[in-house]
């Protein structure tokens, strides 16, 4: 496999209640200009990292990615971070991948939909993701892909997942 979407890859409420989490207006975001983003126009974008190191980093770990994470069959989780990204402030990311781990997966799960989405580069050929809510795009890590904002919609919210998979 080297990607697939799920529509609807939560059930309404789960799903209700993880926007709700995300989208309030005391989540605390960190703004992302370094690393591997390059502090430019159209490179800055905000996260909140829930899981990394091989700790939780955020108290809702339990509640909202936890149960993501198992319906995703995993057995080890790398990362699992939200994203934000403003359309006046981020274009795209270079290509990347954002583990060098063999045999581990990445996901996205869209929160809201707009017209941006996640490019994907599988051999020569570029595959768009649209953003659609509550979709889940999962692929290889060692895919190489690209986060690309809305020309219309001002902000664009994922939750991204770095992990490995039960067989």
């Known amino acids: ?7 609807n890859f939560l059930d309404k409420k789960q799903f209700d209640s993880l926007v709700a989490y995300v989208l309030d207006k005391e989540f605390p975001w960190r703004r992302v200009d370094d690393l591997n983003w390059k502090a430019e126009k159209g490179r800055m974008f905000f996260t909140h990292c829930f899981f990394k190191d091989s ?3 955020s108290p809702g770990f339990n509640d909202h990615i936890k149960p993501i994470l198992e319906q995703l069959n995993s057995i080890a989780v790398i990362q699992a971070r939200a994203n ?6 981020f274009t795209k990311s270079d290509f990347h991948v954002d583990y060098e781990i063999s045999s581990s997966k990445t996901a996205i799960l869209y929160l809201n939909e707009c017209d941006g989405g996640t490019e994907l580069k599988i051999g020569n050929k570029i595959k768009f993701i649209r953003a659609e809510a509550n979709k ?7 895919v190489l892909h690209q986060a690309l904002t809305s020309k219309i919609a ?5 939750i991204n997942l770095n992990y490995y998979e039960d067989k």
């Open 55 to 57: 700790e939780i980093r």
């Open 154 to 158: 001002p902000l664009r919210f994922i």
């Open 1 to 7: 496999m080297k990607y697939k979407t799920i529509k």
């Open 136 to 142: 889940m795009l999962i692929f290889d890590t060692d």
């Open 84 to 89: 934000l990204f403003i359309s006046k402030l």
